[in-house]
């Protein structure tokens, strides 16, 4: 009994919690328009947010692409058909691991320093005295960080999948000399531009709302104290990630 | 509604039998408060009496159970968040700690309500900053960053950025809180003299006694949530209460007792070892 009361509540926080993100979305949609007449305040986010998590975005992406070579060819070659490898290591980055991938390093690094951006200016009365200043901080601060969060997921996902095809090249090609002209035409023939370039680019999409949202939502609500901000910052990531991983199954239940 | 709190009446600030609860505690019962247009009026009281809370609910940024109150002829709480952001143009707020904006050096925090609220041409913005600037003595730390400031410096930068928008009434939240001598002697100069070259309304919350005796007109002593006196420095001074007087003079026991009320010392100290 006493643990079905438990679930309860979990279920009712969380449902509580995915209410009060979706109502704090539809305010930052609503202000979007409005957002948009300073883009100078949405690209100096797509600097601070996608710009700044390039390094780590391309590191991770060389390595997950050489992975998916090397991974790919000892398979490959078990049935002699390494001259796929190429569709191989694009299908892998495009449909999942691309998006999945940087979205997940996204909630670490641009997330954490969105939520523990907002919650502490909100620690240090910093949202206040802009409120007191007649500017409202969710216009101000929170939905020109959430746009420009939006905007650069798809960016990075598309690096990423670059560096990591590169990544794939680099193993399969020079490393194991798999046939070059192979590698590339695979690709060429057998990656379908709707079923997999699209579907990709929709899901980076999603989770660059879901994950940007999470970030702000819980800056913005976090206890104004050091241990909220903390909470709040470690809320993000267990979130983010959770969230995104449960999108992927959904989306790609639907597309594919 | 009476006709003090007119555009132009005598009061500009009113509030008439204002009750906020919060939790259990009841903060405010039944408070009558008017603020004079021009003055200098100071709301003193002990930590803990909601004077902080009072400027938030003079300034919207929290909604009274119940009761009047009218700032310029507005009732704040019954305001759409655009009329209060309206009203808010002609407020200026001190925070205790300044609220300025870390990221930004200190003529961006100046300039900032100009950014947001005007098309002024650059040129003029500049101009505008470096004249409230100058008043508070700090055009030469306009490139500084606030973590550069010291704690006096901050506030005056967060005065500065205060009437940048020429408010009407200006609010300070413990404005000496911390404060080393000199700085202290800074900020009670300034706002007097902003006070009078700027024509504003200043209300001050603070708990400082004598600062706030060489600075006010008039000064407000609340506690228990209720107006325990009002007067003019001179006339607290004076007050024959002796609540007021141990409020003024800083006594250590009187009617607000030393203790905390708690149960008796010794039924609670043998309670505990008969557990």
Same mark, same amino acid.
């Given at each position: 009994m006493r643990v079905l009361r438990e679930a309860y509540y979990i279920l009712l926080g969380f449902l509580e919690m995915m209410g009060a993100c979706g109502l704090f979305l539809f305010r930052l949609l609503r202000y979007t328009p409005h957002a948009l007449r300073r883009p100078g305040l949405i690209f100096q986010q797509v600097f601070n947010i996608g710009a700044m998590s390039l390094v780590l975005i391309m590191v991770s992406g060389l390595f997950v692409g050489m992975v998916l070579g090397l991974q790919g060819f000892n398979t490959l070659n078990k049935f002699g058909?390494?001259?796929?490898?190429?569709?191989?290591?694009?299908?892998?980055?495009?449909?999942?691991?691309?998006?999945?991938?940087?979205?997940?390093?996204?909630?670490? +690094?641009?997330?954490?320093?969105?939520?523990?951006?907002?919650?502490?200016? +909100?620690?240090?009365?910093?949202?206040?005295?802009m409120e007191m200043m007649a500017v409202d901080p969710v216009r101000r601060i929170v939905v020109p960080r959430?746009?420009?969060?939006?905007?650069?997921?798809?960016?990075?996902?598309?690096?990423?999948?670059?560096?990591?095809?590169?990544?794939?090249?680099?193993?399969?090609?020079?490393?194991?000399?798999?046939?070059?002209?192979?590698?590339?035409?695979?690709?060429?023939?057998?990656?379908?531009?709707?079923?997999?370039?699209?579907?990709?680019?929709?899901?980076?999409?999603?989770f660059g709302v879901a994950a940007t949202l999470i970030a702000v939502f819980e800056g913005y609500y976090a206890q104004p104290t050091a241990e909220g901000v903390s909470r709040a910052t470690t809320r993000t990531v267990v979130n983010s990630a959770v969230a995104v991983l449960a999108l992927d199954f959904l989306l790609t239940a639907l597309m594919f | 509604m009476a006709s003090d709190s007119d555009k132009h009446g005598k009061h500009i600030i009113e509030i008439r039998g204002l009750k906020y609860r919060r939790g259990e505690k009841l $903060?405010?019962?039944?408070?009558?408060?008017?603020?004079?247009?021009?003055? @200098?009026?100071?709301?003193?009281?002990?930590?803990?009496? &909601?004077?902080?809370?009072?400027?938030?609910?003079?300034?919207?940024?929290?909604?009274?159970?119940?009761?009047?109150v009218l700032v310029d002829g507005k009732s704040v709480p019954t305001l759409s968040s655009d009329e209060l952001f309206e009203l808010r143009k002609e407020m200026g707020f001190l925070f205790q700690n300044g609220a300025?904006?870390?990221?930004?050096?200190?003529?961006? =925090? @100046?300039?900032?309500?100009?950014?947001?609220?005007?098309?002024?041409?650059?040129?003029? $913005?500049?101009? $505008?900053?470096?004249?409230?600037?100058?008043?508070? %003595?700090?055009?030469?730390?306009?490139?500084?960053?606030?973590?550069?400031?010291? %704690?006096?410096?901050?506030?005056?930068?967060?005065?500065?950025?205060?009437?940048?928008?020429d408010?009407?009434?200006?609010?300070?939240?413990?404005?000496?809180?911390?404060?080393?001598?000199? !700085?202290?002697?800074?900020i009670v100069r300034l706002i007097r003299e902003l006070n009078d070259n700027l024509g504003l309304t200043s209300i001050i919350v603070s708990h400082d006694v004598e600062e706030v005796s060489s600075v006010s007109d008039h000064s407000?002593?609340? !506690?228990?949530?209720?107006?325990?006196?009002? &007067?003019?420095?001179?006339?607290?001074?004076? =007050?024959? !209460?002796?609540? @007021?007087?141990?409020?003024?003079? &800083?006594?250590?026991?009187?009617? @607000?007792?030393?203790?905390?009320p708690a149960p008796d010392l010794a039924t609670q100290l043998l309670g505990e070892r008969a557990k």
């Open positions: 058909s390494t001259n796929i490898l190429g569709t191989l290591v694009a299908l892998g980055l495009l449909r999942e691991l691309g998006p999945v991938i940087t979205a997940l390093l996204y909630a670490g +690094r641009a997330g954490t320093a969105l939520t523990s951006e907002i919650g502490l200016m +909100r620690a240090t009365e910093q949202l206040a005295g959430f746009l420009g969060g939006v905007i650069s997921m798809p960016l990075l996902v598309g690096i990423f999948n670059a560096v990591g095809l590169l990544g794939g090249y680099y193993l399969g090609v020079i490393h194991m000399h798999v046939d070059r002209g192979s590698f590339w035409s695979e690709i060429h023939a057998r990656v379908d531009f709707q079923e997999d370039f699209v579907s990709g680019i929709i899901k980076s999409f999603v | $903060i405010f019962d039944g408070l009558d408060i008017d603020i004079l247009r021009g003055k @200098v009026t100071a709301i003193m009281g002990p930590s803990g009496t &909601g004077k902080t809370t009072l400027l938030s609910i003079m300034t919207g940024q929290v909604l009274p159970d119940k009761g009047k300025l904006f870390t990221d930004y050096s200190v003529y961006e =925090n @100046v300039v900032f309500p100009l950014r947001e609220h005007t098309d002024l041409p650059e040129s003029l $913005i500049r101009h $505008i900053a470096l004249m409230k600037l100058q008043a508070v %003595g700090l055009r030469g730390a306009a490139d500084l960053m606030p973590a550069e400031l010291s %704690g006096g410096m901050a506030r005056r930068v967060a005065l500065a950025r205060a009437i940048a928008f408010p009407k009434i200006i609010f300070y939240d413990e404005p000496f809180t911390g404060l080393d001598p000199i !700085s202290m002697g800074v407000y002593l609340i !506690s228990e949530g209720k107006v325990v006196a009002y &007067g003019t420095p001179q006339e607290l001074e004076q =007050n024959k !209460s002796a609540w @007021v007087r141990q409020f003024m003079k &800083g006594l250590a026991d009187g009617p @607000v007792p030393f203790h905390y």
